[in-house]
């Protein structure tokens, strides 16, 4: 894997169709593929009850296990889960053509919504999920129920700058940046620093035990890595995509941790949706198991409210 599609992974460790949605009923589906329009298998899981939400795992390079298996079903008494595997990235295929270009990764989503046979979806990000599900429903808003950002980065380099002033006061460093442009040589010198401790797990917890589980859950099986190695070739995913806030209207429900570190717990003070709503748990960047219930209260209540 290459220098950059390393990138990410630390970041995470980093057409009406004549049905409305209340009467469709999605059948239960333990492992599926789903098929994109451009011929790639995608696998996905399907499983709970009521409105549908699909989840957009982070990355790139990551996948949906972790999310559902570290208690994220909880979700399933009263949404849809639809949990899938981006292209190229753990059990689903790669593209052939290499074409992971940003557009292409929200009609994957697109093509999966068609699958479901619904009009309107719940799409919930988590961490770099969270451009892909704020760029589909900004494309495509017309069938977005709502928006769920969990702890998620709009802005990569805000969150790579974050990681790397948490280095500096954790370990008492200090890794400086030139400019933006020397935003990954200085990432990767503070990474280089902190992987010499005993305390890489504080960027996603101050958990230890709960960090060591999600990398076993991640290291169960081998997955596909071929978006996190052709994905940060396009500098568009290192674009500032809170600036695009102010102009997506569909309801949103941003949560962010007090603690994450990872993406950085004031990130969310510079989303300007129109039609937003914030819930601050006490927590790091994976608030869905850590602060489960809260989670839970804070997603159904939502769903609830604009459903």
Not at 66 to 95: H, P, V, W
Not at 119 to 133: D, R, T
Request: charged residues 25%.
């Amino acid at each position: 894997m290459t220098r950059k599609s390393n990138i990410l992974i630390l970041l995470l460790c980093f057409v009406y169709n004549g049905f409305s949605q209340k009467n469709t009923t999605i059948k239960p589906i333990n492992n599926t593929t789903i098929k994109t329009s451009d011929g790639v298998s995608l696998f996905s899981k399907i499983s709970g009850k009521g409105d549908v939400c699909i989840f957009v795992h982070g990355g790139p390079g990551a996948w949906s296990k972790s999310f559902e298996e570290l208690d994220g079903n909880i979700l399933e008494d009263k949404l849809t889960m639809c949990y899938y595997d981006q292209r190229g990235c753990g059990r689903s295929e790669s593209a052939v053509d290499n074409n992971y270009s940003l557009d292409r990764m929200i009609d994957d989503i697109e093509d999966i919504r068609r699958y479901l046979n619904v009009s309107k979806v719940f799409i919930m990000g988590h961490s770099f999920g969270g451009i892909l599900a704020t760029e589909y429903a900004k494309k495509y808003p017309e069938h977005v129920k709502g928006l769920i950002l969990l702890n998620s980065t709009l802005d990569i380099n805000y969150s790579l700058r974050n990681q790397i002033s948490f280095i500096n006061n954790l370990l008492g460093e200090n890794v400086t940046l030139e400019n933006n442009d020397s935003v990954l040589n200085a990432f990767f010198e503070a990474k280089k620093l902190l992987g010499k401790t005993d305390l890489n797990y504080k960027i996603l917890s101050d958990n230890k035990a709960n960090v060591e589980k999600l990398d076993s859950i991640d290291n169960s099986q081998k997955r596909n890595s071929s978006f996190a190695q052709h994905a940060l070739a396009d500098p568009i995913y290192f674009g500032d995509f809170t600036k695009e806030t102010a102009l997506i209207k569909v309801p949103t429900l941003i949560i962010s941790g007090t603690k994450d570190n990872n993406i950085g717990p004031d990130h969310y003070r510079s989303f300007k949706f129109p039609n937003q709503e914030v819930k601050i748990i006490n927590g790091g960047h994976i608030l869905y198991y850590e602060k489960n219930q809260e989670f839970k209260n804070a997603v159904q209540g939502f769903v609830q409210r604009v459903r």
